[in-house]
């Protein structure tokens, strides 16, 4: 079983609809966790960080931790045709970065 | 941009032969990552250095190795190459400390061998 697991899809929705993407865990030392996004080709970048459990909210962008589930999840409101690409969900157990694991990434597709 | 800078970008490789790919971290980050992504894969943990040591590995043979320099820039080295190695070599820099878990990546060198 792999540590974070994550639909790999593709998604693809209508512009405006409103995105859901999940990733599962088994680690429960996992405390930082992040989701990032990736275009074709480029590095990942950050899109939002959150520590421990609770919301955390970014414009258009939520993201949610329920460790008692081992869940997480990120929502996009009004999703737009930019917002195309590679979504990873990552999490580590220690600070500074340390020994983060990401999960395989889910690909969206935003239709105009 | 995130201001870490990677080097090279693409290269070509055959079995057998030896790399090394080079990174940048960003200005005030004194650690350095790096990762593996296959085509269609999230990136998988190969080290990561601070403060010029290994602090932590992941599931790579020892023909993986690094260096982080005072100046933190870092390489990673791969020796005896074999055809599974070809994938997007990711470097990360971030902050150690409290709460910082986030990782801030280059562009990636992409290594195909042959």
């Known amino acids: 079983q792999k540590e974070v697991e994550q639909d790999p899809g593709p998604l693809s929705v209508p512009e405006g609809a409103i995105v859901s993407l999940n990733c599962t865990y088994s680690?429960?030392?996992?405390?930082?966790f992040m989701w990032y996004r990736q275009y074709s080709r480029k590095g990942p970048e950050l899109l939002m960080y959150?520590?421990?459990?609770g919301n955390k909210e970014d414009g258009r962008f939520t993201a949610q931790v329920d460790k008692s589930s081992k869940y997480i999840s990120l929502f996009i409101r009004d999703s737009q045709p930019s917002d195309s690409a590679t979504y990873l969900c990552?999490?580590?157990?220690?600070?500074?970065?340390?020994?983060?694991?990401f999960g395989a990434g889910t690909r969206l597709f935003v239709k105009a | 941009e995130t201001g870490v800078t990677q080097s090279p970008t693409h290269l070509i490789k055959t079995r057998g032969q030896q790399v090394t790919l080079r990174c940048s971290s960003q200005?005030?980050?004194?650690?350095v990552s790096w990762y593996q992504q296959a085509l269609g894969q999230g990136p998988q943990f190969i080290f990561q250095?601070?403060?010029?040591?290994?602090?932590g590995r992941g599931n790579f043979p020892p023909r993986f190795s690094g260096l982080q320099f005072p100046n933190y820039s870092s390489e990673l080295n791969v020796n005896a190459l074999e055809l599974d190695d070809s994938a997007l070599y990711l470097c990360?820099?971030?902050?150690?400390?409290?709460?910082?878990?986030?990782?801030?990546f280059g562009e990636g060198s992409r290594l195909t061998v042959l």
């Open positions: 990360a820099s971030s902050r150690a400390g409290p709460n910082t878990g986030e990782l801030f």
């Open positions: 959150t520590y421990s459990s």
């Open positions: 990552a999490m580590s157990a220690g600070t500074g970065g340390f020994k983060t694991i």
């Open positions: 250095y601070y403060r010029e040591e290994e602090n």
């Open positions: 200005s005030g980050h004194n650690t």
């Open positions: 680690n429960s030392a996992f405390q930082y």
